[in-house]
């Protein structure tokens, strides 16, 4: 497997006392997938994330990435966050040229991989735009093609369209399974959103109530390509839903004991 967790543990220290996020969680990840992780509000979906990405390091346990263990933050890593985190002092072109940069390369190189991401997000035109001079939608696209630009094998994914109305998030989530389609990377999603879980993804995993850990893991037995809108009308996809949400249901009563 891709990515591999064993056994792994988080557990808060504060003076207020202890919190375990997550308790023994295993869970295997194929390349080149696309899993959604879905559970109860302050399960620990977040820290899971975190723990792949190097910048929350395991109680217990260990995060495995192609065959090396994962200590510190990986350089094949993307990270979209639910707030965009754009540079507000640099344009569209600017901010997704900034990893590259980081990386020390050239400017001509940087700026022909910008420009190509650009076209593919559908934001041609808007090179030169500040953040402010763009939608939530735009400035969440522009967001997601900035992890892409530095070719990362593995995107992670914290409620990116969380915050965005109704309609874009189904606009975007139509773009990201494009974005997928197109690159086969490995994406990860954290999402609140049962609904967006399975259109978007080859499996979902179930967290428990917190402390965390794999209830249970689902393949969506969904062909792809997919619409984001279309799917939501077919028999399947209303099957699929409601077999998950009665496994989630039941954690969601839980925690709200």
Known sequence: MF???????????????NVEALRDVNLAIEKGSFVSIIGPSGCGKSTLLKVIAGLVS?????????????????????????EDTLLPWRSVIGNVELGLQIRGVDKEERRKRALELIKM???????????????????????????LAYDPEIILMDEPFGALDAQTRVILQDELLKIWHKTRKTMILVTHDLAEAITLSEFVVILTKRPGTVKRIYKIP???????????????FLRTFNILWNDLREEVMKAGD
Do not use: W
């Open 3 to 17: 990515i591999t967790l064993k056994n792994v543990c988080v557990t808060y220290e504060s003076i207020r006392g």
């Open 58 to 82: 395991p109680t217990r346990g260990e995060v495995v990435i192609d065959g090396r263990r994962v200590r510190g933050v990986p350089r094949n890593i993307g990270f979209v966050f639910q």
């Open 121 to 147: 997000a559908g934001l041609e035109g808007f090179e030169h735009k500040m953040p402010h001079e763009l939608s939530g939608g735009m400035r969440q696209r522009v967001a997601l093609i900035r992890a």
């Open 222 to 236: 969904i062909p792809y390509p997919r619409s984001a809108l279309d799917i939501r009308l077919s028999d399947e």
